[in-house]
């Protein structure tokens, strides 16, 4: 359980400098939430595949974990990006 916290929060950390450098090289402020949308994507289609897919054993599990993982990225690059936002 302690790595699966450490990798959600390695994964929140990634999302977070993303949106920091998108803002240091790009000055629209839709740029800085692109992976945020990538993210909210990745997790859509994972859900699909869960619900409508013929899942065998844990399959299903492990895409839960790993909508999990890109909703750690989206929350990091959404904080960050408000906090940007709010002070740039």
């Given at each position: 359980m302690d790595?699966?916290?450490?990798?959600?929060?390695?994964?929140?950390?990634?999302?977070?400098?993303a949106s920091f450098l998108l803002s240091r090289f790009f000055k629209r402020k839709w740029?800085?939430?692109?992976?945020?949308?990538?993210?909210?994507?990745i997790i859509i289609y994972y859900s699909l595949r869960i619900e409508f897919g013929k899942t065998e054993g844990?399959?299903?599990l492990g895409y839960?974990?790993?909508s999990f993982m890109a909703l750690a990225v989206v929350v990091g690059n959404v904080q960050v990006?408000?906090?940007?936002?709010a002070f740039l």
């Open positions: 790595r699966l916290v450490m990798v959600l929060l390695v994964l929140a950390a990634v999302g977070a400098l740029i800085w939430y692109f992976p945020s949308l990538i993210g909210v994507l844990f399959e299903a839960l974990l790993l990006g408000l906090h940007l936002k």
